[in-house]
């Protein structure tokens, strides 16, 4: 009898496993079948929402929109169930986007990111890994976008917080005060809604359409 341990009897497990068809490894879903799933009908088509990418396990899928990372957590394979979380790009930045390929007895690539506070990490059958690719380099392109935007955000209100400083502690008559501080604010709140509109993107489908292949 061959007894396995640690490592070694995981990994047989995992083999096992896949051999038999029972892990969870992912499939990612052709464009013509989009409406077969059960994420595209939480897609908000009415504001020209469209989907790009969307990988499905026994349990999950992972459906990601020019708007947003669509969410449908299953809680078994054999459950009906299921809950449903969305995360809009506007408010959730994308972070920490891995792939890991795999190793000869592996069966699955993963590929890892972070949006907002939410970690995933998905797995994918390996002969898959060229499609996967393409959703790799979007979402660490969308990371990179959102990072300079936020950057470009913050030293925009960090200038205009100067300027204000500036303009409040010149010589002002008095009888010209309010009017000064009226006008001041006006400009102050449509540049910085200026700021906010060009550097908060929301909308990510020519990232999508660039490095998507599908």
Excluded at 66 to 87: C, F, M, P, Q, W
Aim: hydrophobic share 35%; charged share 30%; glycine share 6%.
């Amino acid at each position: 009898m061959i007894h396995m341990r640690g490592c070694d009897g995981e990994m047989f497990k995992k083999i096992a496993a896949d051999a038999l068809g029972l892990s969870d490894i992912g499939t990612i879903i052709k464009p013509s079948d989009y409406d077969k799933t059960d994420a595209d009908d939480y897609v908000m088509h009415e504001d020209n929402e469209k989907i790009y990418f969307l990988i499905k396990t026994k349990a999950d899928e992972y459906c990601f929109t020019n708007l947003a990372v669509i969410h449908v957590d299953g809680e078994s394979a054999t459950s009906s169930k299921r809950t449903l979380k969305r995360y809009p790009y506007s408010q959730h930045r994308i972070s920490g986007v891995l792939l890991e390929t795999a190793g000869k007895i592996d069966m699955d690539v993963e590929i890892k990111f972070t949006i907002g506070s939410n970690v995933f990490d998905i797995d994918v059958r390996k002969e898959q890994i060229e499609e996967l690719k393409d959703l790799y380099k979007a979402l660490l392109r969308i990371s990179e976008i959102t990072y300079e935007n936020e950057v470009k955000h913050n030293l925009a209100t960090e200038s205009f917080n100067k300027a204000v400083s500036v303009l409040q502690n010149s010589r002002t008559d008095d009888n010209q005060l309010p009017d000064t501080f009226k006008g001041l604010t006006e400009v102050g709140f449509q540049w910085l809604l200026d700021a906010h509109e060009q550097y908060h993107m929301k909308d990510f489908g020519e990232i999508f359409e660039k490095y998507i292949n599908n």
